[in-house]
């Protein structure tokens, strides 16, 4: 290791020490992405929560990182309220949240392909995933990221987009429908929730290596793709900026 990567190893640990001490909600925290925001928010002495299905891997990954594991399906309109109970019985027991990042998301159906051969339930399933599944968490979750905004800095849901957002690529029709969706939604909760300085984000992490993608583009040059864990960093010093403790 070179003195110079020692050096921003320092100042990335220095610059996420902001996050010390928060109460955190990390949604699809076994993989890829969500996975090296439940590292890196551990790293940093955050309090935190994660969802994902597969009860295996969310035992390991509490395990490994000492964060609570929750198992359940962010589309299942029923594991909503099961969440919200399990979040407020551990890391939101003060009552307050700092930060909920809806991160879990589905690509519709595999292998990608166009509107015209995707079954509406595909689309449904997307939607559900995408884009009710965070707005139901986020609504069971307002009162307490209120609660924390009211105690300091503001509180931050964080969501997490693509450029399939702002961009239409043939055959992402259900993906791309459903994150743009989020995104104007993430825009609307942002101006109505400002009065509660509760800020809303939607963030696009760039393209990562990482499963997701492997499903969507088999065999891509995985050089060419961020590191997860490279794009944590950057959100969670997006997340840092828009509570105001770090000017950018
Ligand atoms: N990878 C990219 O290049 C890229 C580019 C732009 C945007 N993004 C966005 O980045 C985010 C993370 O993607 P990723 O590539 O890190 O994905 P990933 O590696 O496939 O990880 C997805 C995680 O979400 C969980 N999950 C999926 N569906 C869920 C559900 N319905 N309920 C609860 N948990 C669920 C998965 O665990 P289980 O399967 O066990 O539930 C896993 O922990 C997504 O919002 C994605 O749209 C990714």
Known sequence: MTSTNVEEMDNEAT???????????VTGGTSGLGLALVRALRASGAE?????RTRERVIAVAEETGAIGIVADVADKDDIHRIALQV????????AIDLLV???SSLGPVPLRPLGDTDCEDLEAALAANLLGPFRLTKALLGPLAAAARES??????????DA???????????GASKAALAHLSAIWSLELAGERVRVLSLDPGD???PLHELALPGSDRASLKRPVDAARALLRAVIAARGEVRS
């Open 48 to 52: 935190v929560a994660f969802v994902a």
């Open 165 to 175: 957002a702002t961009s239409a690529y043939a055959e992402w029709g259900a993906y």
């Open 208 to 210: 990562m290596d990482t």
């Open 153 to 162: 800095a503001p509180s931050v849901v964080l969501n997490v987009s693509s």
């Open 102 to 104: 809806n991160n879990a």
């Open 15 to 25: 610059e996420l020490r902001a996050l010390a001490g928060l109460r955190v909600v």
């Open 88 to 95: 407020g019985a551990s890391v939101g027991a003060s009552g």
